[in-house]
């Protein structure tokens, strides 16, 4: 039975185990305040199968999974202090075993006065900013509409103005037909 001390709050490890009946366990220092889920594990190989179990230091269970591919190491109850988690193989040949440990503390947080002042003026700072933001949408807004109404009188000019030449066009075109007709006109004199 190999043993491990695990201190740090991120671990991980890889490890074989070639047959059944065949445990490896690791002492898991949870530290003084709860911790809640504790991580994952996953099994590697041909035909899977494991016992997984996490136990006090008195070999009291508190939790345990029979599992044939991976998991998650989730308590019921915050857990504090040192505790042996091990994984026993149920098949005859050889399993690697992966598990990482990425648990936080539950344990109680005091919340003060001077959190709470430094979230009133996050808040305030949050609202002034979406007062600014909200003005400015409204100045965009009313922008938006004067170049809209510009543009649309601007085009309605267009097209009278167009209307305009095309008139002036044709009255041209017909002033010259009837020049042209009364230039090239024969006059005869009796």
């Known amino acids: 039975m190999l043993r491990i ?3 740090s709050i991120t671990s991980g490890l890889l490890f074989p185990m070639k047959k059944s009946g065949e445990s490896e366990c ?3 220092d949870l530290g003084n305040t709860g911790v809640k889920n504790l991580g994952s594990f996953e099994i590697f190989g ?3 199968g494991a016992e997984v179990l996490l136990q006090t230091p008195k070999k009291q269970v508190i939790w345990s999974r029979v599992a044939t591919a991976s998991d ?3 308590l019921t109850e915050p857990v504090m202090g040192k505790h042996d988690l091990c994984f026993r193989t149920t ?3 050889e399993q690697q075993f992966a598990f990482n440990l990425h648990y936080e503390d539950t344990g109680r947080k ?3 006065k001077s959190h709470t002042d ?3 003026s996050l808040i305030e700072e949050l609202e002034s900013k979406v007062t600014e933001i909200t003005d400015q949408q409204a100045y ?3 922008r938006e509409e004067n170049h809209r109404k510009t543009a649309e009188n601007t085009n309605q000019r267009i097209i009278w103005w167009t209307l305009a030449e095309v008139g002036a066009l044709v009255v041209l075109s017909i002033f010259q037909v009837y020049y042209l007709k009364s230039f090239f006109e024969v006059k005869i004199h009796v």
């Open 46 to 48: 041909g035909a899977k």
């Open 110 to 112: 005091v919340i003060t």
């Open 91 to 93: 098949v005859n040949h």
């Open 72 to 74: 998650k190491i989730e």
């Open 5 to 7: 001390l695990i201190a």
């Open 140 to 142: 965009a807004i009313s």
């Open 26 to 28: 690791f002492l898991i």
């Open 118 to 120: 430094k979230l009133q």
